[in-house]
């Protein structure tokens, strides 16, 4: 098994919790890594419909014959299981004895506020970053090829390309997560709505935009959009709330989760076909954004990631909080540094005065340096 990062934050939050949940994205690793963090422990699916029925049918019984606790994966299959759960691990008072993971936010995440609050450390763990790539020694060295390729674990854990994975991957995932989340006729319909989110990652959500390109309603828009967070396929980054004295863009900038299946959506079936993509530059930034996310997701954190524009177009891709003070990251794909990428940043930094920390640009060269008070960070350094 390739080392996940979240492990450090799942071993601790085990100390402190009776139960420890890890959701994210299908095949992402949850159960692997759930695994081999408790390899001792009893380990059952409830996508197993043997299993399944004797949960829902009799969740007490279900949960009696794990005297030492488990792993019970795909728990939101079950949503009575949550209830029992409470009651066992109130009267028990053990840490770490219950390991739950699941692929959808609504059904486990639901479960755990309305039931389970207070008891229950959470883990969102997506496919794999540049750093752990980098430290199994599976990171490209060609950036083509990484935005290409994504995170997913299967595609470095068995002999598949993307080209080959990602159809079956979306395929289940279309079969499965949406029929039990969504009651969507048009199967079709709903996938031709996934690959024009993906054109759009980088990007102003437009949402009246979106429902007219695919020929549905506004408010279905919202709700499919809404599952696709929620099976952490993509992220809607928000602005930042504090203007500065400038009108600030209130509209928030969607994002896919994984770099790989964004390309995929967008037709792009080998690495060569990036080098001069018209989408290059909006997957780089996903990229980048992504690995920002997964960071903080892997030390059990929330992502609390912005970014800002004001009304004329000043922007700044990425801001996160420091303390009191803010750092600012601008991204850009090409390999060349050029000088007009730092009047975004130089703009901001006035806007922000003592509030702005030394800002980053993140660009698509292979080496990095300071210029003229920005920290240059080449590609290769988000692994770092």
Request: charged letters at 20%; glycine letters at 8%; one cysteine or more.
């Amino acid at each position: 098994m390739i080392p996940r990062q979240a492990q450090a934050a799942a071993l601790k939050l085990v100390q402190g919790f009776p139960i420890l949940a890890l959701t994210g994205p299908r095949q992402s690793g949850k159960t692997t890594l759930a695994c081999a963090l408790f390899p001792q422990r009893d380990y059952v699916t409830l996508e197993n419909p043997e299993q399944r029925e004797f949960a829902l049918r009799d969740p007490r019984g279900f949960l009696d014959r794990f005297r030492d606790g488990a792993i019970i994966d795909e728990a939101q299959c079950c949503p009575d299981l949550f209830s029992y759960l409470q009651g066992i691990v109130d009267e028990r008072r053990r840490m770490g004895e219950f390991v739950l993971t699941g692929s959808q936010q609504f059904g486990l995440c639901s479960g755990i506020s309305q039931s389970l609050a207070g008891r229950v450390g959470l883990v969102q763990l997506l496919p794999f970053s540049m750093s752990e790539l980098a430290a199994a020694g599976l990171l490209s060295h060609d950036l083509d090829r990484l935005l290409w390729l994504g995170g997913y674990p299967p595609i470095y854990d068995r002999d598949l390309t993307p080209d080959l994975w990602f159809p079956n991957y979306v395929a289940t995932y279309v079969e499965r997560d949406v029929r039990q989340l969504l009651t969507v006729r048009d199967l079709d319909l709903f996938q031709r709505f996934v690959k024009l989110c993906a054109a759009r990652t980088g990007q102003l959500l437009n949402l009246s935009s979106l429902a007219m390109d695919c020929g549905i309603s506004h408010v279905t828009a919202r709700e499919w959009l809404s599952v696709l967070e929620a099976s952490y396929l993509t992220v809607r980054l928000p602005p930042y709330f504090r203007n500065f004295g400038k009108r600030l863009v209130k509209t928030p900038k969607l994002y896919f989760l994984d770099v790989g299946l964004a390309a995929w959506l967008l037709g792009i079936r080998d690495a060569e076909t990036l080098n001069t993509h018209a989408q290059r530059g909006a997957l780089f930034e996903t990229l980048a954004v992504s690995e920002f996310v997964k960071q903080r997701f892997n030390a059990a954190q929330p992502a609390d990631l912005y970014f800002w524009r004001d009304n004329v177009g000043h922007e700044v891709d990425l801001l996160f909080e420091v303390g009191q003070q803010l750092q600012s990251v601008e991204i850009k794909s090409g390999a060349t540094f050029v000088t007009d990428w730092l009047d975004a940043l130089r703009k901001w930094t006035g806007f922000a005065g003592d509030a702005a920390l030394p800002p980053w640009l993140v660009y698509g060269g292979a080496v990095g340096y300071q210029r003229e008070g920005v920290t240059v960070l080449a590609w290769r350094d988000l692994a770092k």
